[in-house]
């Protein structure tokens, strides 16, 4: 391997970062200190895997145990979780904290200082990937705590609309692991040196280009889609023989996280829609943790997320583990499949061809 003296750390990127703002008191950078620690010790735990015996469901012996949104946590679920709370709540930098795998948010406990950032998390994205060893990740998203706010912490506090996230980030627990951060400006993207356990700037300017020909979406789910989905996905699947005149291709990770990191690299689609399998849900995936991160982290390298009708940034959340549709991606097909989901619909039926006769999903 060359031998390059001249990389950037995590740490030398937010100072300089931060010298552009000469009031900053450095809690946020060293927050995001904290956080990066969190990934890396989770990155060491994933990567032993069943030699440290981490592998399977959290409380085995029990027969496993299901989380109160109804899904069964892996060990690893829970030890990721654990990670983060005690890398987290020792600094002085947070009011509370919220994520996936608790029911209720956290207070910081008695005798540590707080600060004014709310942090929420989804400790580890894409779990039921773990035992087939494919990649998982941990999804950030990094708040200011309202001014008014006090211990204990209200739930309330951390409903903020999307556009109000001070930063956001994913690690990626990959071949190599990667931390990908926004911090308002732009997308930065760093690999984890082991040696030196430094993450270490080597993806200075991400950007998704604007067009793309790959999407990401569950087809076991087609046929509870909603019509604009099942349009734009037939026509997809129609290749250069139908409307788009090009052929498309697919990916399903089952890792919104790596998706999400495919479509930095090269650009693409996901969608994970609101659809009609479940009527008490939404959509599958959750705003707080999993929505409005990677939402922030695509909308500054240039593409566009959406519940699939108008921006996810806008939605103002009304619970903690509240779920939505989500769709992502490069910035002209996000903005198609907005455009089939506003369309005026008429009655499924004959006027209707691409929703019913010529449907490759038609039932
Ligand atoms: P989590 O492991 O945090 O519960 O999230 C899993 C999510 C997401 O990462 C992925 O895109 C989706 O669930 C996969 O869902 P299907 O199993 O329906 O494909
Ligand atoms: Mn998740
Ligand atoms: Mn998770």
Known sequence: MPFRTNRTTLTQYLIEERRRYPSASGDFNALILDVAMACKQIAKAVAYGELAGLHGEHNEDAGGSINFQGEAQKKLDVLSNDIFIKTTEWGGHLLGMASEEMDEALDIPEGNPKGRYLIVFDPLDGSSNIDVNVSVGSIFSILRA????????????????????????????????????????????????????????????????????????????????????????????????????????MRWIASMVAEAHRILMRGGVFMYPRDT????????????????????????????????????????????????????????????????????????????PLFAERSLFRD
């Open 146 to 249: 309202p001014d008014d706010a006090t211990a204990p912490i209200q739930e309330e506090v951390f409903l903020q609309p999307g556009s109000q996230q001070v930063a956001a980030g994913y690690a990626l627990y990959g071949p190599s692991t990667m931390l990908i951060l926004t911090v308002g400006n732009g997308v930065v993207g760093f690999t984890l040196d082991p040696a030196l356990g430094e993450f270490m700037l080597t993806h200075p300017s991400i950007t998704i280009p604007e067009d793309t020909q790959e999407f990401a979406i569950n087809t076991s789910n087609s046929r509870f889609w909603e019509a604009p989905v099942k349009r734009y996905v037939d026509e997809c699947l129609a290749g250069s023989t139908g409307p788009r005149g090009k052929d498309f291709n």
């Open 277 to 352: 399998k479940d009527p008490s849900k939404a959509g599958k995936l959750r705003l707080l943790y999993e929505a409005n991160p990677v939402g922030m982290i695509i909308e500054q390298a240039g593409g566009r997320a959406s519940t699939g009708s108008y921006p996810m940034l806008d939605v103002k959340p009304t619970e903690l583990h509240q779920r939505i549709g989500l769709v992502f991606g490069s910035k002209n097909e996000v903005e198609r499949i907005e455009r089939y989901h506003n369309e005026p619909i008429e009655e499924k039926g004959e006027d209707m």
